[in-house]
């Protein structure tokens, strides 16, 4: 029942009623504080508000052909061969696993055509924090707290279609993980999803 409620008051939301704020069904303005679902996304993102001291060092790669990769005693690719594609050059993005997030994962966050978009929501927005893979697909967040995280990135590459033209493949490689206070994880990303 509090979804189908939250959901009408985003409508009316979206849908604007001429005067500013947000209104109940009635046309009344609601406070901010009125809104319960909205205070329960600021406090499950209240934690991730602070500097810690764990990080995330990882790495995306899948490989695209049968044969061996070079992997360091970490996991880590070492060479870049012809039968391994990595997120060189891709956005990574850290977003606190918080119920909301999750549920925003599980719908649409393994999407590529997606991988852009992220919720409206100001919490969610403020906590989220992006690096770049360099060419071998590395990438590192420093100063996390603890907590859990949604990892994701983009791994693509163009393979012929025809004579005229090329196509895209990969997706999205993506983790969640659980990060102690004080950790220095690895995380190496291996699969994208097949999710368009």
Same mark, same amino acid.
Request: glycine fraction near 10%; include cysteine.
């Given at each position: ?7 009408? %008051?985003?409508?009316?939301? $979206?849908? #604007?009623?001429? +005067? ?9 303005? =609601?406070?901010?504080? $009125?809104?319960?679902?909205?205070? $329960? ?16 060092? #990882?790495? $995306? ?15 880590? *690719? ?30 649409? #966050?393994?999407?590529?055509? !997606? ?12 906590? !989220? ?7 071998? #697909?590395?990438?590192?967040?420093? +100063?996390?707290?603890? +907590? !859990? ?15 005229? !033209? ?6 999205? %490689?993506?983790?969640? =993980?659980? *990060?102690? @206070?004080? @950790? ?13």
């Amino acid at each position: 029942m509090r979804t189908l409620v939250f959901a009408a %008051a985003t409508l009316t939301l $979206a849908c #604007g009623s001429g +005067g500013s704020g947000t209104t109940n069904g009635a046309g009344t303005p =609601v406070s901010p504080a $009125a809104n319960p679902t909205a205070g $329960a996304i600021a406090a499950d993102y209240y934690p991730y508000t602070k500097t810690g001291t764990a990080s995330i060092n #990882g790495q $995306a790669f899948v490989v695209v052909r049968g044969g061996d990769v070079l992997l360091d005693s970490h996991g880590y *690719l070492t060479t870049i061969s012809d039968n391994a594609r990595t997120a060189s050059g891709s956005d990574v993005t850290l977003d606190p696993a918080t119920p909301y997030a999750m549920d925003w994962y599980m719908k649409t #966050g393994t999407s590529l055509r !997606r991988f852009g978009n992220a919720p409206k929501d100001p919490a969610f927005r403020a906590a !989220r924090k992006t690096a770049i893979a360099d060419e071998s #697909g590395k990438f590192t967040f420093d +100063g996390l707290p603890a +907590g !859990r995280y949604i990892v994701r990135t983009t791994i693509t590459w163009q393979t012929p279609r025809d004579s005229y !033209r090329t196509m895209t493949q990969g997706g999205v %490689a993506s983790a969640v =993980v659980d *990060l102690a @206070e004080g @950790e220095q994880k690895r995380l190496i990303i291996r699969q994208v999803s097949e999710q368009p």
